[in-house]
């Protein structure tokens, strides 16, 4: 199960896995699964080596700066690694995160705790003056973006254990 713990082992925190890849096909879904005129969309995404994942973007899907997405668009597609998945081939998976790629922006989605370490230990975060901190809906984030699941943007990291960085963007997902 791809869970965190915090250090009491009170709270299970969700771990978000991600696919990177190119979107070869997107199609409407309706609320009856007819294919057409809803609010649900299936985007397919092929890996570098192949492999082939559904997932379906919903309202609550976000996707990073707002970009339209469309067929031969690279991307790296975030899901939680906790959510029940049907057994069927090609794998389908409701998308929480989409990011398009963009030259040089690498791209995080976990839980960061207070001090801005993600839950994994895979980031740990140093704000500068320059770094955008914004809601889901775009809105500047007064405070500390820490006890919050993020959507870090950012360029590079030092080799450090955690890895750290000054991130371009941050994005509070509230609730989340």
Known sequence: MAMDFD??????????????????????????GSGYGGCTQMITVEDGNGGITNFLMNGNTYVVNFETLYETMPVTVFYSGSQAAPLIYPPQFIAAVVAPQVEGQMVTVAYFNNVLTASD?????NLSP??????????????????????VLYSSTTRSIPPQTSPDKVIVMCGM
């Open 7 to 32: 250090p009491r082992g009170w709270n299970r925190r969700p771990v978000y896995l991600s696919v990177t890849g190119v979107i070869t096909q997107m199609q409407m879904m309706s609320a009856n």
């Open 121 to 125: 230990q895979s980031l740990k975060l």
């Open 130 to 151: 320059a770094t955008e901190v914004v809601t889901r809906n775009n809105q500047i984030f007064y405070g500390n973006p820490g006890g919050n699941t993020l959507v």
